[in-house]
């Protein structure tokens, strides 16, 4: 088991930042995708006038996969980098027998959002799937606890000073206001701070009830 340096951590996972954690901290993800995008159509654009199997047609079909590959390879380096400081560096306050050390994160509907055509290049872009599968594989083999929050607990409108639950949150509205204690905040680190209050309340019996 690792030893771990700092307290229980909340998550967010967005499409501008990768991740905006509970303690302020914000990762920003490598956009591989993004910025090879218009080498890679233009290696597809000039490989269509080429004859299907030829000699040219295969060398461009190669550069071609050798530049999916390293949109990959960026791509899961980030991740990895994330996901081992996360699963390392996090150790919660004293807590019930048997909890090691907790991060909190969202169960995001990965495959909706991919459905909409808007988001979906982002989204695959920032590799939430695959940040998550490293995540928990990570956290069992260090000795971490991770605890996933219900895609339907109302984080994103959950004042994470008070606890307060406002009626409707925009997207648009990059900062959260809460009308009842005047707290104002980055909406991300809102919902990060949010997710860690879950975690403490859950793990002491409280009202919270995450999905584990």
């Known amino acids: 088991?690792?030893?771990?340096?700092?307290?229980?951590?909340g998550v967010d996972l967005g499409i501008k930042t990768l991740a905006t954690l509970s303690t302020g901290e914000v990762f920003d993800g490598a956009l591989s995708y993004k910025k090879l995008e218009s080498k890679l159509s233009r290696l597809q654009y000039l490989n269509r006038h080429k004859t299907k199997f030829s000699n040219n047609w295969k060398k461009a079909?190669?550069?071609?996969?050798?530049?999916?590959?390293?949109?990959?390879?960026?791509?899961?380096?980030?991740?990895?980098?994330?996901?081992?400081?996360?699963?390392?560096?996090h150790n919660p306050p004293p807590s019930p027998p048997g909890r090691g050390a907790r991060g909190v994160g969202e169960d995001l509907n990965v495959s909706g959002m991919m459905a909409n055509h808007k988001l979906a290049k982002a989204v695959a872009d920032m590799g939430f799937y695959e940040?998550?599968?490293?995540?928990?594989?990570k956290c069992q083999l260090l000795g971490s606890e991770l605890i996933i929050v219900d895609r339907w607990f109302p984080s994103s409108k959950t004042c994470?000073?008070?606890?307060?639950?406002?009626?409707?949150?925009?997207?648009?509205?990059?900062?959260?206001?809460?009308?009842?204690?005047?707290?104002?905040?980055?909406?991300?680190?809102t919902l990060a701070r949010t997710r860690l209050e879950c975690?403490?309340?859950?793990?002491?019996?409280?009202?919270?009830a995450p999905q584990r």
């Open 1 to 9: 088991m690792t030893e771990k340096s700092v307290d229980v951590v």
């Open 61 to 89: 079909q190669l550069k071609i996969a050798r530049l999916h590959k390293k949109v990959a390879d960026i791509r899961k380096d980030t991740l990895h980098k994330l996901t081992t400081y996360l699963a390392k560096n």
């Open 131 to 137: 940040f998550r599968r490293q995540l928990e594989y």
């Open 199 to 208: 975690s403490v309340k859950f793990s002491y019996g409280g009202q919270f």
């Open 160 to 189: 994470s000073n008070c606890g307060t639950v406002k009626e409707s949150l925009l997207l648009s509205e990059r900062i959260f206001n809460c009308e009842h204690c005047n707290f104002s905040c980055d909406c991300s680190a």
